[in-house]
């Protein structure tokens, strides 16, 4: 029986999915700049694989951004007086911005500077949602 990856591990893989896609590098070229195959950087991004403290220094260096980057909203580990973890954001948040269609929609949308637009925008997504049916999450 094979063991789940860890929460955190399996977060800061999506990030740096994330960013990647953010700066439009491929799995291939961030594995060449840290000199690795694009199979462990899939396996770092799923959290299949751990990633040792340098190597997310290496990382975070790389897609230009700061450590604390690859943590931020993630679980913390920490469990607040309710039994939940603080400060963590819901995890189909961090699944919908790993997706490429969950990036680009943010992307496109915080490009939108008309407050009234924004709203509408919501309104109509909100809308077809639920002619698709109850929230599954």
């Known amino acids: 029986m094979s063991k789940a990856p860890n929460p955190v ?3 800061v893989g999506s990030r740096v999915r994330m960013r990647r896609i953010m700066l439009g590098m491929s799995q291939e070229k961030l594995g060449e700049a840290l000199g690795l195959t694009f ?5 770092y991004e799923k959290g ?3 990633v040792g403290a340098s190597r997310i220094q290496q990382i975070a260096e790389i897609l230009q951004v700061p450590v604390s980057f690859l943590f931020e909203g993630g679980p913390s580990g920490v ?7 603080e400060g963590a954001s819901p ?5 919908f911005l790993a997706t490429s269609e969950g990036l680009a ?3 496109a949308f915080t490009r939108i500077t008309d407050s ?3 709203r509408s925008i919501v309104d109509l997504v909100e809308q077809i949602a639920a002619r698709e049916g ?3 999450r």
Do not use: E, H
């Open 48 to 50: 299949t694989n751990r």
């Open 91 to 95: 995890s189909y948040v961090s699944d």
């Open 105 to 107: 929609l943010t992307k």
């Open 9 to 11: 591990d399996k977060y």
């Open 116 to 118: 009234k637009m924004r």
């Open 134 to 136: 109850p929230d599954k």
């Open 39 to 43: 199979q462990q950087i899939q396996k």
């Open 79 to 85: 469990a607040g007086p309710d039994g939940f973890a």
